[in-house]
């Protein structure tokens, strides 16, 4: 890091860093990329791969540095458009994961990020030393070294909950052996470990003695042998639902952000989820999601957002290139990836991630093959030919997000076994009626889109429960059939306009669970009517009418019957451009019906989660809010005409967060002050454990999103994994962060590991 500093004077600085794969050079590059030091600097990361694409790689940057999307594909303007972004910047890139060992092609790569008037400073990942040395200009490339057998020894026992066991003294012997086999890379090391968690004495002897150790997994040079085997014997001990689940994800490309609710439908699509008499599919979805997070086969993203995380907050994930390299090894001739050197015919496979939607799938697979799964490259965007995806009468799961759609063409109808569909950005003001002959339909989405209206005969999509029409700014009705989709239990409308028809569904459609209306029916902020939701009253869980301005009186009416709310965020992002939208708006809000209306919240027995962040008119919290037996997160975040809160506040022992930041006029005094009260008062957290806990209280984060967050007494911390859990990365709500530790004080894991799993979101405002 000190070579790196003393070099940023310098026009372009390259550091290649390099060692075998797993070995944590991404880690590393993370940590530089979110050092202080580079806080002034505009940053971009981007994840090359095997395939080397000096277009693409172009594209991302030029996305990234202006947070524009352009469709140009053709080299002058591709060079000139990212000459004039770098021109006058101090600017950070990551190119990460590079196997291109091309001198002309690197040298290209050189030349076109150099620029007279900035100053550039590029971290280049690999795992090759000849690359790193190709890559190089003014600094050495810097080697990752393999971890100590020791290291990978503790890393094993944090994830296996060693201390806990009573059996630690037979199993020590056998623990240290199977961390020798870890060649140094902390990924084994922490898959194993979670592997080992609920194992007894024979079963972690079968894991040291697996003859899978000596089988030839890797034909990387790069890669040792163990790596993989490490990772194939995680898989090994996967249930048996679990591993359909896992290497399906081979059908995303390398370093792709995986969305976790879409990733969720697809496996229900695909039939890869059986629900038991206990746990319903979504359930048992999210158990496999832990697992795999568990087992470090999913983790954090670095990479920037997607245009989706762009509109919405969403949870996501990514794969490690070897996890990847494993899920596809396991799926063998069963996938056609056309992001591979090499692969671009002949699949008789029922997976496919193509490069072109404007070509014939016939051209791409045999006559033998029964696709049921396809999606296109990221950055193809050539436009959608019908013909793309016509031959494939099986197909299930059909992802067209990285697609140009001018329309849908009719022969999407012809899809008879199609489950999910995702189609955003639409150009077309209207969506062909052949749609709803999709009888098998349980996710659409069209977020994004030109269109108007849905078809009239939308309703014939018997089995739908995900509806996502978000930021489809420019439709503004409902056919009568919209209320016939009996089975709808997520509705996403929000950030469109007056949507009339909208009110009478919702009457209609008794088994929705989930409905986002941020911002519906939001014009300049004029004030509307809110729709009715009384027939939701025996399903309805999450509701969110975050900046949706709507009369008190209306509101409650509306609340009152919604006895099974879980979930409800009436934050007010109050920014009113004129004197007659203001007037309109303090005329239709009065203290005394607010004070009505929290009444009225108040009697939501089963509420968890209450959000009345930025309402102007909240003065005082009324004594029945004790009521809410169930609340676990109250925020009155910039309430800033909040005096007091009641002592009933100190008598709700479920409420593990309250948020009272930016309240400038509250009376501390009123604030819980019961010493035995488990309340965090955010956005102040600190760490806390004891020496008989396992764990430290950090996980109480895992759910919380927060614009303000300080962290202290981070030494508390029992290990890396607690950090990694919080998904600090996915909060972003975020813009300012603070981590703190208490120098000199005992620590239970390294800061560094702690620290390399808090990485921080990219919304921060420095």
Known sequence: MASLLEAMSEKIVILPIHGIGGISKTTFARLIYNDPKFNCYSQVWVHVSQRFDSNKIYKSIILQLSGKEGLANECKMIHSRLKKLLCGKKILIVLDDLWEDNQFLLLELKDMLYHDDSNITILVTTRSELIAERICTNLQPHKILPLTNNMCWDLIKQRSGFKDRNDKEQLMGIGWEIAKKCGGVALAALSLGFTLRPMNFHEWMKVKDSDIWNEPVSKDLFLPN?????????????????????????????????????????????DFVKPTKLLSNMELCERYI?????????????????????????????????????????????????????????????????????????????????????????????????????????????????????????????????????????????????????????????????????PESIGELERLLHLDLSHCFRMHELPDSFRT????????LSNTFVISGLSESLQCLSRLEHVNLSRCGWIGYRVRKICDLTGLSESLQYLNLSNVFVCYVELQQVLVNLTKLRYLNLNLQRDLDNELVEAEFDSLFECAEFDS????????????????????????????????????????????????????????NS????????????????????????????????????????????????????????????????????????????????????????????????????LSELMPPDTLEF
């Not at 056609?336 to 496919?352: F, I, V």
Request: proline share 3%.
């Open 226 to 270: 163990h790596v993989l085997a490490s990772l194939m014997l995680s898989y090994s001990y996967m249930s048996p639902c679990l591993k359909p689940c896992f290497t399906y994800c081979a059908t995303f490309p390398k370093g792709h952000n995986i969305v976790k609710d879409d990733l969720i439908y697809q496996w229900i699509a695909l």
């Open 597 to 652: 209306l929290l009444e009225c919240v108040c009697s939501l027995s089963n509420l968890e989660y209450l959000n009345l962040a930025r309402q102007y008119n909240l003065r005082t919290i009324p004594e029945s809010i004790g009521k809410l037996r169930m609340l676990n997160t109250l925020d009155l975040s910039y309430c800033e005409n909040l005096q007091r809160l009641p002592a009933s506040v100190s008598a709700i």
């Open 290 to 454: 832990v697992q795999l997070l568990g087992l470090s086969f999913f983790q954090q993203p670095v990479s920037p957002k997607t245009s989706e995380a762009y509109y919405k907050q969403a949870t996501f994930f990514t794969m490690h290139d070897l996890v990847h390299d494993l899920a596809i090894s396991l799926l063998g001739n069963n996938i056609l990836d056309q992001s591979k050197q090499g692969k671009t015919r002949g699949s008789s496979g029922q997976y496919a991630l193509l490069r072109d939607c404007s070509r014939s799938l016939e051209l791409c697979l045999t006559s033998r093959a029964r696709l049921i799964a396809l999606r296109f490259l990221d950055g193809c965007r050539s436009k959608l030919s019908g013909t793309a995806f016509a031959p494939a009468r099986s197909l299930r799961v059909l992802d067209l997000s990285e697609c140009y759609i001018q329309s849908l063409p009719d022969s999407i109808g012809k899809l008879q076994q199609l489950r999910y569909l995702i189609a955003p950005n639409i150009e077309d003001e209207i969506v062909p009626e052949c749609i709803t002959k999709l009888s098998n339909l349980i996710y659409l989405n069209l977020q994004g889109s030109n269109i108007m209206a849905l």
């Open 485 to 492: 989709l009996e089975k709808l239990a997520h509705l996403d």
């Open 655 to 754: 409420l593990r967060f309250l948020n009272v930041s930016g309240c400038s006029k509250l009376d501390k005094s009123t604030l819980p002050q019961n010493k035995n009260s488990t309340t965090v008062l955010l956005p102040h957290f600190v760490v806390h454990a004891g020496d008989g806990e396992s764990s430290s209280n950090l996980y109480e984060l895992e759910d919380k999103h927060l614009s303000l967050l300080v962290i202290s007494r981070l030494e508390n911390v029992k290990s890396a994994e607690e950090a990694m859990r919080i998904k600090l990365v996915e909060k972003q709500s975020i813009i300012k962060l603070e981590l703190a530790w208490t120098r000199d004080a005992r620590r239970f894991a390294d800061d560094r590991g702690v």
